[in-house]
C-alpha cells in the first residue's frame, strides 16, 4: 500500500443532477457517495473514482449499439443482392424497359 500523503479529491465537476438511475451527470457518484464523501477514507474513495469511470464508460457505451444498428441495416439495405437470391426471384420485366429502337428487323 502506498503512502497518502494527500485528501483524494471530489470528482465534482459542478454538475449536480441526477440521472433515471440516480447517478450524478456530472460524476456519476450515486447520492450515498455523494452525500459520505467527506467521511470515506481514502482507499474507499479512490474506489469509488473507479466504480465512477465503469459507470461513465458503460453509459458511452449503451449509445453505440443503437448507432451499429442502424449502419448494419443501411448497409443491408444499400447491400448489392446476391446471384443465388435472384434465381429464386421471378424476373419482372415491363415493356417500357426495354428498348429495341437500334435494333434492325
Known sequence: MQLEFFDVPS??????????????????RTRDERQDWIKLDNDTKQKVIKRCVQRKKRQLNKNKP????????????????????????????????????D???
Open 103 to 105: 435494333f434492325e428487323l
Open 11 to 28: 470528482p465534482c465537476v459542478g454538475i449536480c443532477q441526477s440521472n433515471e438511475k440516480g447517478y450524478c451527470l456530472g460524476c456519476m
Open 66 to 101: 443503437k448507432v451499429v444498428e442502424e449502419i448494419n441495416t443501411l448497409a443491408l439495405e444499400t447491400a448489392q443482392p446476391s446471384l443465388l437470391d435472384s434465381l429464386n426471384a421471378p424476373k419482372t420485366t415491363h415493356e417500357s424497359d426495354l428498348d429495341f429502337s
